[in-house]
């Protein structure tokens, strides 16, 4: 398959449909619009549902080598990709050392909802992946917060409010914050009941999933929408960033992933990992951390430049280069 | 009916930032307090709007109403949390029918 036909496919999906309906009705300002206690609930859902997933997955296999060198090179990306984001984004971007430091965190976790709809894409390939990512994911979350304070202390003399007089606060929306505790929550819990025990919840975690996904995906498009109207933040500079760093970061996890030989589909959701930027669990730390970086400039940017970008052209070209790189058919 | 005079200060701040104010109101002697979520808004550091899933950019509002002598530390200490984050506080005259229940 050629990256177009890779591309179409997945553009041509109900739940990309249901982002681009959502994205078009924003930005023509229809008043369509979902509950916001519903766009938590199905978020809520998904992470479940992904987590339980990934658990079930690693009951029925042997932990070995493989997964912790996974492990390792998940902690590796979550670290080192915000050093990376943070010198093209004082450099290229030219932003201040604070914003950049709060957007390059960003950069550095990850996103659920693009991991989802990446392994949604995976399956449509027919491309398996290892369950032990799903904690992977759960584990970058947080790492590239830490890099992010540290680089705002450490090469800004105006850093805002000191991490330290923040103490258990900022510590426990960083290492509890309620993706991670759902995410490896309904990981654990799908470790120990394995595939038998999560078999009664399977209509609502296996079968309502994809719609699920559309109907959130619909209104992470109204969303984005609402983000990018109200952007003014957003030089071309940085929403250059926001478009290139996500394939950089990818090209870096799918090489690493294919070094610790994980499989085709296992190095697309590292690569996408990589390439993908929190909007949840990051902005709400850097808001506590770093007041004096503007979430009208990282919020946007993530949710409105690079998670489209992601889910539209990112995925089925993340896919591409990891056919390339395993010599197969994306 | 006879009626006592209070403060009622009033918060709009992040919403990241709200547990550190109720705690903070109430470590310097609130007996009570009311969160209420917004909708929108603007001041001059920019506009916020309903949390949604990014919850970076809401605001919520807090309603205090103290005695006249809680008000002064609850507003110095209040001032120095949020000197570096977007907030607006209002502080009004207000008549309670309950003295001690403020």
């Given at each position: ?38 766009g938590k609930a199905m978020a809520i859902y998904l992470m479940f549902a992904i987590g339980l997933k990934g658990g079930v997955a690693v009951s ?7 997964m912790?060198?996974a492990v390792?090179l998940g902690l590796?990306l979550g ?27 960003h950069?550095g976790s990850i996103s659920v909802v693009t991991f989802v709809t990446a392994e949604q ?8 992946y290892e369950g032990y990512l799903v904690a992977v994911m759960a584990l970058m979350e947080t790492p590239a917060i ?26 426990r929306e960083i290492f509890l914050n309620g993706s991670v505790v759902l995410l490896v929550g309904a990981f654990v819990i799908g470790l120990l009941v394995?595939?038998?025990?999560a078999?009664?919840v399977?209509?609502l975690f296996d079968?309502?999933f994809?719609?699920v996904l559309?109907?959130f ?49 296992g190095?697309?959701l590292v690569?996408v990992l990589a390439?993908s930027a929190s909007y949840i669990a990051v902005p709400a730390a ?45 | ?52 899933i990014a919850p ?47």
């Open positions: 398959m050629t990256l177009l036909e890779t591309a179409a496919a997945n553009l041509l999906s109900p739940a990309i449909l249901a982002f681009a309906l959502g994205l078009l009705a924003g930005l023509a300002r229809s008043d369509l619009s979902v509950p916001e206690a519903m029925e296999s042997e932990p070995g080598l493989t912790v060198l390792l590796a670290f080192g990709l915000p050093l990376l984001a943070f010198q093209l984004l004082r450099r290229q971007a030219r932003l201040d050392v604070v914003s950049a430091a709060a957007v390059a965190a950069y894409f995976a399956a449509s390939q027919g491309l398996a830490v890099v992010g304070l540290w680089l705002a202390s450490r090469f800004g003399a105006e850093a805002g409010v000191p991490a330290k007089r923040l103490g258990g606060e900022l510590l394995g595939r038998s025990g078999e009664p399977a209509p079968g309502l994809k719609g559309c109907l995906l619909l209104d992470m498009g109204l969303l984005a929408a609402a983000r990018l109207r109200g952007a003014r933040l957003l030089t071309w500079r940085v929403v250059a960033f926001g478009l290139y760093m996500p394939p950089l970061a990818a090209a870096i996890g799918l090489a690493g992933a294919a070094a610790i030989g994980l499989s085709q589909g190095a697309l690569a390439a850097m808001r506590l951390a770093l007041p004096k970086a503007n979430p009208g400039l990282y919020v946007p940017l993530s949710l409105a430049v690079t998670f489209p970008f992601n889910v539209a052209i990112g995925i089925p070209l993340y896919a591409t280069l990891a056919a390339w790189l395993y010599g197969g058919a994306a | 009916m006879q009626t006592y005079a209070k403060k009622k200060l009033e918060f709009v701040v992040e919403t990241a930032l709200m547990p550190r104010l109720v705690r903070l109101v109430e470590e310097q002697g609130a007996k009570g307090f009311t969160v209420v979520p917004t909708q929108a808004g603007e001041s001059v550091d920019g506009a916020w709007q309903r949390d949604d970076a950019l809401g605001a919520q509002m807090l309603i205090v109403v103290v005695d006249p002598a809680v008000a002064d530390p609850i507003l110095e200490a209040a001032y120095a949390l949020l000197a570096d984050y977007r907030a607006q506080i209002f502080v009004s005259d207000v008549e309670v029918l309950r003295q001690d229940r403020f």
